[in-house]
Nanobody, 128 residues
């Protein structure tokens, strides 16, 4: 059974840092394009970052570029999101998603339809 489980969500002060984890089971992470999405209160879910199967290619959306870092540990079957300099607008539910390797392309990675498997989410609250 394919499963993605996020953890690490918490309440932090603006300017603080958090690291989210996404543990995969039931499949081998190394063959999948992996991404993080988030959904803020009252807003649609949006892609924020993606990493290719080997980790050689990453991409970020403008709101998080320079502050967030995605990485993967294929040996541990785990995806991570390091979030620094957090802002109140980063408050959201964060989801990891897995798709085929081909999803890791500049014209597809931000689309939810590019991913087959999703975690249940972990909540991050940033207070100012």
């Amino acid at each position: 059974q394919v499963r993605l489980v996020e953890s690490g969500g918490d309440s932090v002060q603006a300017g603080g840092s958090l690291t989210l984890s996404c543990a995969a089971s039931g499949f081998t992470l190394r063959s999948r394009c992996m991404a993080w999405f988030r959904q803020a209160p009252g807003k649609e879910r949006e892609a924020i970052t993606v990493i290719s199967t080997t980790g050689a290619w990453t991409a970020y959306t403008a709101p998080v570029k320079g502050r967030f870092t995605i990485r993967r540990d294929n040996a541990e079957n785990t995806l991570y999101l390091q979030m620094n300099t957090l802002r109140s607008e980063d408050t959201a539910d964060y989801y990891c998603a897995a798709g085929p390797a081909s999803s890791c392309a500049s014209y597809t990675w931000t689309q939810e339809s590019s991913y087959n498997d999703w975690g249940q989410g972990t909540h991050v609250t940033v207070s100012s």
